[in-house]
């Protein structure tokens, strides 16, 4: 079992930036990914980020040149940058780590609005 604590959602104007973060414990392989998806009002669940143990990385194209994301393997945490938001940005944002099996955390909300 993996457990996901996410942290960095609120409310941010347009244009603005946030940094969410997530740590993970538990049973977690040297050879993992980690990463975040999203899930806005009466939509389906999308991919924004994700990051592999060997650094390689995967963003939807929505978010290319926007959000960045990093992570410390040592620690087991991922992080996105989240820059230039926008409204349709707005969503609950979930922790994911692909560990043997998905693990998700609770979600941390992300609104933009003026």
């Known amino acids: 079992q993996v457990q996901l604590v996410e942290s960095g959602g609120g409310l941010v104007q347009p244009g603005g930036s946030l940094r969410l973060s997530c740590a993970a414990s538990?049973?977690?392989?040297?050879?993992?990914?980690m990463g975040w998806y999203r899930q806005a009002p009466g939509k389906q669940r999308e991919l924004v980020a994700t990051m592999t143990t060997a650094s390689s990385t995967h963003y939807a194209d929505s978010v290319k040149g926007r959000f960045t994301i990093s992570r410390d393997n040592a620690k087991n945490t991922v992080h996105m940058q989240m820059n230039s938001l926008k409204a349709e940005d707005t969503a609950v944002y979930y922790c994911?780590?692909?560990?043997?099996?998905?693990?998700w955390g609770r979600g941390t909300q992300v609104t933009v609005s003026s």
């Open positions: 538990g049973s977690i392989f040297s050879g993992n990914v």
């Open positions: 994911y780590i692909w560990s043997g099996n998905d693990y």
